[in-house]
Structure formats: C-alpha cells, structure tokens
C-alpha cells in the first residue's frame, strides 16, 4: 500500500471531534470556489457556517484551524470573509484510502 499513513491518521484524529466534522461536512455542501468571483457568495464562509449550525463564531474560527493545519481545508479572504474549501489533497487521500479499504473488504 503507497498510502501515508501518518496523514491519514492526522485526518481521522482532526475528524473524530463531532463539531469539527460537522464543519468539514458543511465545507464540502458549500464549497464552490468559482463562488468567489460572484457577488453573492456561497455560505461556506466562517460566519455562515457558524450560523448555519448554530455554534459561536470563536468556536468555529478554532475548528476551521485545526481543519487547515491539518491539509483538510484551505481558506482564502475576500474582504472581511474567510472562505473555506476542501484540499484536492484531501479528496485524492481519502479516495484513495476507501478504494484501499473497498478493495480489502470485498475479497
């Protein structure tokens, strides 16, 4: 397996928190960065997303932290907003380790 296996492990520790995979659940439902261009933008903004799970604007702020130290999301301003996307990183890991685990199981 060419798999890391550190990086995984740091994924699923970051993710194991309810309220940091509610976040990251969110992020992936929201994100569209060619919303960046448009002058409404997607809600996948820290303040919105706050909003929208009913949590404190610090507390989410917090997550979103540990949720980009760890490679899971990027962030980019645009004004006052902090934006949240999914790393395409994130996506090739975790495709890769569900193909890995697929593969395992259905033998």
Do not use: W
């Not at 509610?22 to 002058?39: V, Y």
Request: charged share 25%; with cysteine.
């Amino acid at each position: 397996m060419n798999m890391n296996s550190k990086m995984m492990s740091k994924y699923f520790r970051v993710l194991s928190n309810p309220t940091r995979l509610a976040i990251f659940l969110d992020i992936l439902d929201t994100s569209c960065e060619s919303c960046m261009e448009k002058a409404d933008m997607s809600d996948n903004c820290v303040t919105m997303i706050a909003k929208c799970l009913n949590i404190p604007q610090p507390t989410v702020s917090n997550h979103v932290k540990e949720l980009v130290e760890s490679g899971l999301v990027e962030s980019k301003r645009k004004g006052k907003n902090i934006y949240l996307f999914p790393t395409q990183g994130c996506s090739d890991a975790m495709i890769e380790f569900s193909k890995y685990v697929s593969e395992k199981v259905s033998k």
